[in-house]
């Protein structure tokens, strides 16, 4: 059975960091694509990022200069280190992966989460001002 597990959520002051780690089961690291996605209650579920073996990885704009994805290939863990977090970062963060790669985002044309069959269970970010 695949297992996504996601950790490393909290509550922090704006300004401070967080860590989001995502170990995926059943995976090996060459073939995995890796996306974090975000919603607050209410709104749409919005991807922050993506990676996958070989490939460049994506970044939102509002996560560009602050947020760095990175893979562990040798755990098949993929983190989400995330800097300088706003007040509007608050959300609750998932981690989901795919077998295979999506490749390098193109024109602007981001993967929709309904490609991505496997999910964490999600973890609550919360940063006050």
């Known amino acids: 059975e695949v297992q996504i597990v996601e950790s490393g959520g909290g509550s922090v002051q704006a300004g401070g960091s967080l860590r989001l780690t995502c170990t995926a089961s059943?995976?090996?690291?060459?073939?995995?694509?890796w996306g974090w996605y975000r919603q607050v209650p209410g709104n749409e579920c919005e991807l922050v990022s993506k990676i996958s073996f070989g490939h460049n990885a994506y970044y939102a704009d509002f996560a560009k200069g602050r947020f760095t994805v990175t893979q562990d290939n040798s755990e098949n863990t993929v983190y989400l280190q995330m800097d300088s977090l706003k007040p509007e970062d608050t959300a609750v963060y998932y981690c989901a992966a795919e077998h295979g790669s999506f490749g390098t985002v193109k024109d602007g044309i981001l993967p929709d989460e309904s490609e991505y069959n496997y999910w964490g269970q999600g973890t609550q970010v919360s940063v006050s001002s």
């Open positions: 059943k995976f090996t690291p060459d073939d995995t694509e």
